[in-house]
């Protein structure tokens, strides 16, 4: 990016009220999915802030995707399976495993015998 328009951008953002700096030192930056994971290494990292938020800017050179060998589900989404499984969260986490995360699957597979 060219020096003068990275100082324009930082003009313009000032202006909307967004504080932008540059994160130093980042080691890695790692994106969790409920199926994947996505590992990236030495990123340049810029954090934009507002008010009441901040917006992250990752650039990579490279990275390195992950699948989880164990879906990760929501908290919501395993007490649902055990309240309507009348089962304990880890029951219900298993039967979701089992059922690769289809609520209904693994409501079927702990209420029917």
Avoid: C, H, W
């Amino acid at each position: 990016m060219m020096r003068g328009g990275n100082r324009e951008m930082r003009r313009m953002l000032d202006k909307m009220g967004l504080e932008m700096k540059d994160v130093q030192n980042v080691q890695e930056v790692i994106i969790k999915t409920d199926t994947k994971e996505i590992i990236i290494a030495k990123p340049s990292v810029t954090e934009m802030k507002a008010k009441d938020n901040s917006i992250f800017q990752i650039i990579a050179e490279s990275y390195e995707e992950r699948e989880l060998e164990i879906p990760v589900f929501s908290q919501e989404d395993i007490m649902l399976v055990a309240q309507q499984a009348n089962v304990s969260p880890e029951k219900a986490t298993q039967a979701l495993i089992e059922a690769k995360g289809d609520l209904a699957r693994a409501i079927l597979l702990l209420t029917t015998i």
